[in-house]
């Protein structure tokens, strides 16, 4: 697409010298915008206008080559949760939700830089986060993609679905990211996915419960 | 008085300014729909939008395309620079009766945003739809605007086509008229992860697309492997393959937009034929003529997107030299038969050169 093309420059009319069309030098106009930005001995290693990550990538990437593994772990681990339902109830989960929240954030954070969406599809990505795609992609690479696999926006930066592919290879129910995903509910954005999915998970249950306790009755 | 010319083949009798019948079976009432659902193969092309407030720069741009495309992409601010929107461009064309293809990218609206645009645009009269992620602000102009990226061209596509067939907003609440619009998603087949691609264009379809047009094809071979593994997945019988194709202006071009921009893959092979050229424009278009050639022969390739990024004087050429059309020639824009009338009978007041004074006309009315 000419989406990914670059910015004529109108006025310079250099075609002719063989020089990408209306490019001066052969440069983006972005290009021109960075090079005109003050100087100044501060400069942030990427250009991401979501929340830099500042660290390198390789927990993440181990999270993936250990997808399996991960996998396997959050399958007990959700059940875990499921099987501590009354106790959540009981406290209540609004009382709850700030100390897990606490622990989710910085535990997820560490191992894929969670984004705190609320509402993970790790286990359909791979266990590779969408929320640190630059564009938030939740069902597939762009366009974009460098030909080293890199993003387009973060050139340092694998892209977070050539690793989800990837990281989906290995797992078993891996084919889960063939499903369309829905828009981000951004109104659950910096709330617990854990407790969400747990209740609704016991929900789900309760549901199914009443529903043969009556058939049998 | 001439007698009135023959109605097109896709054409309104009553006014080429006037939507078509919706046929049965198809989801838009648009022209590229009936081209690709009768099984000729189309011609897209892309319109550079202008810098300017002037309605003549768009028709001017659109007029070089006459009656030798099927469809217009009506770009939304590619590469993330700013130009007149999408649904600007859109409303002029479509009150000359062209057939635009709304290209809508997530970059820099909401869901609220966006449903709104579509329910205009098709209220416009826009057939045919394309969703798009859209490039990253850091490609553009503007590098400092926020990117918005609410929906994905995923999620986008599925928006648009719960719209459609459900008659419902996102939110469920529901339309009076659902927009009736021909689904179009793009496909990059050129860049990593190879093996998803064919994969994430079934994950499109299922959301919602009719017909792809692909990213700029220069690597025939690696273009055949993508299509063969979509036809090994049955995906080529559910959508409509327009191939994206262009002339490169140079092999310093070339070599600039591999390295600059990215998505785009040109094999060393390009350049080097193009290098070896004496006239490398020359050389470019017909390299672009071979590669239509070369993919039109593939099976499930349904048409091509020809995208001549500043060059598009060439898109006719191209098209006629390719010889695609088969001698079938698109829709072109011609007078209206209450326009032509007008202009036969008031005609030789622009053209006859006659200068009357009152005097003149009260001795001629006696």
Known sequence: MSETQPTPNKGTANSSTGAPAGTPGGVTQATLVRKAAAKSDYKPADVSPQRRVQRSYSVRLWAIRHSKLLEWFYSRFADAFLLLHPLWRGIGYGRVEAPVKFVEKRVKGLMFDCRMCGQCILSSTGMSCPMNCPKQLRNGPCGGVRANGNCEVEPDMPCVWVKAWEGSRNMVNGDAILNVQKPVDQSLRETSAWLRVTAQAAAVRDAAKTANTGASA | ?366
């Open chain 2, 1 to 366: 008085m001439t007698p009135p010319r023959p109605p097109q083949r896709d054409e309104n009798p009553a006014g080429i300014h006037l939507p078509l019948e919706r046929l049965p079976g198809h989801s838009s009432r648009g022209r590229l729909e009936r081209v690709l659902r009768r099984g000729e193969f189309a011609v897209t092309t892309e319109l550079n939008p202008p810098d300017s407030a002037d309605p003549e720069d768009v028709y001017n741009r659109a007029k070089v395309f006459d009656g030798w495309v099927d469809a217009i992409n009506a770009v939304d601010a590619s590469g993330a620079n700013c130009h007149m929107s999408s649904v600007g461009i859109c409303a002029l064309l479509t009150r000359m009766g062209y057939a635009p293809v709304m290209q809508i990218a997530c970059r820099d609206k909401n869901r609220i945003a966006i449903q709104g645009d579509v329910l205009g645009g098709a209220a416009m009269g826009v057939a045919n739809i394309l969703c798009l992620t859209g490039d990253g602000v850091q490609a553009g102009d503007q590098p400092g605007a926020k990117p918005v990226f609410d929906l994905d061209s995923m999620s986008l596509l599925e928006t648009v086509r719960i719209m459609r067939d459900n008659g419902k907003f996102l939110s469920g609440r529901k339309l009076t008229t659902p927009p009736q619009v021909f689904l179009g998603a793009a496909i990059n087949p050129f860049a990593p992860p190879y093996d998803f691609r064919p994969i994430h264009l079934g994950k499109k379809i299922a959301a919602g697309a009719q017909f792809v047009q692909s990213q700029y094809c220069f690597d025939v071979p690696m273009f055949k492997t993508f299509m063969q593994k979509a036809s090994d997945l049955g995906l080529t019988e559910k959508v409509f393959v327009l191939v994206g194709v262009g002339p490169l202006a140079s092999a310093k071009t070339a070599k600039w937009i591999r390295s600059n921009v990215p998505g785009i893959h040109i094999p060393d092979s390009v350049i080097k034929r193009l290098e070896g050229a004496e006239d490398q424009k020359a050389e470019g278009k017909k390299l672009c003529i071979d590669i239509i050639n070369e993919v039109k022969e593939i099976p499930g390739v349904s048409g091509v997107h020809v995208m001549a990024y500043r060059q598009e004087e060439y898109v006719a050429e191209i098209v006629d030299e390719s010889g695609v059309l088969k001698g079938r020639q698109p829709w072109k824009r011609e007078t209206r038969p209450d326009d032509a009338r007008v202009a036969e009978r008031l005609g030789h007041i622009l053209h006859d050169d006659i200068t009357e004074t009152q005097v003149d006309m009260v001795k001629t009315a006696h």
